[in-house]
């Protein structure tokens, strides 16, 4: 007898606290108990998701970064051509965004669709191309030949060239298109207005050489090669980008028996006055 009460009222006081405590139903106060508890096993999932998805953020910043040079975002790209063991690849990044390249540096390089292939110039063309701006190289085959950076179009901190067995062949260093030991003059003490711009690589005059004007256009503009005077030296009016004097130097920097002299000559108004014969 004793046996079976306590049997009831234990059954009794299930049904009781089943019914009371019913998690998963509303109770009397009109809340669901379930909101109110502790989700441990969930949290942690949760946390767990948390720490997913900002390792997942991180990994696409980082491949966001990695297209971001200077501040400026740019796409990567490829060019190819010729075939077998001499095709020629070139990998490089260009600007997202059409920038103004610095009109003086001498090269530009950009990415021509229409030939599609990589144009060295003073200014694109039409702008039917794109700048190049960041990490460039360039294969033979497998063999890497030639890399460097790209800054607007300009070539950039250090460039290396290899032959095909991978060895060292050239090393040198630019500054925004220009050699990065030239020697660099301006007009006034705040360095705003450019006056000369003399290229030296490994202690010798070698590259293109530029005089400015006041008013900023070019007024004289040539090429050195080790520390001589070649080809064809050009000056300028100060105003509209018109010719005034054109003089031809050898060729070749080591024929000291070549006399330079003037080719042609302009007036103000773009009147040719003389033409030199050779």
Do not use: C
Not at 151 to 164: A, E, I, L, P, S
Not at 194 to 214: D, M, N, S
Not at 216 to 235: H, I, L, R
């Amino acid at each position: 007898m004793l046996y079976a009460a306590a049997a009831v009222q234990a059954q009794e006081l299930t049904e009781i606290d089943t019914a009371e405590f019913n998690i998963f139903g509303d109770t009397e106060d009109g809340f669901s108990l379930i909101k109110e508890m502790p989700m441990t096993f969930d949290m942690e999932h949760e946390l767990e998701l948390s720490e997913e998805a900002k390792e997942a953020t991180k990994r696409k910043e980082k491949r966001r970064k990695r297209k971001v040079f200077y501040g400026l975002k740019t796409k990567k790209s490829f060019a190819r051509r010729g075939y077998g063991d001499k095709i020629e690849l070139e990998i490089f990044h260009y600007l997202k965004d059409y920038k103004e390249t610095d009109p003086y540096v001498p090269e530009i390089y950009w990415f021509d669709f229409t030939r599609k292939r990589i144009r060295t110039t003073g200014k694109i063309e039409d702008k039917r191309g794109v700048v190049l701006h960041g990490p460039y190289k360039r294969f033979v085959g497998e063999q890497l030949v030639e890399e460097g950076i790209f800054y607007k179009g300009t070539k950039h901190g250090r460039w290396t060239t290899y032959d095909r067995n991978d060895m060292l062949t050239d090393k040198r260093k630019y500054y925004r298109g220009w050699p990065k030991d030239s020697k660099v003059r301006y007009y006034d003490d705040k360095q705003t207005k450019l006056k000369e711009v003399i290229p030296i690589v490994y202690g010798q005059k070698e590259g293109t050489y530029y005089y400015f004007h006041e008013n900023g256009t070019v007024a004289v503009k040539g090429e050195y090669k080790e520390d001589e005077k070649v080809g064809k030296w050009t000056e300028y009016y100060p105003f509209m980008g018109r010719r005034k004097k054109e003089i031809q130097y050898p060729s070749d920097p080591y024929d000291h028996s070549y006399s330079p002299f003037i080719s042609k000559e302009w007036d103000r108004s773009n009147k040719l006055l003389y033409e030199g014969k050779l």
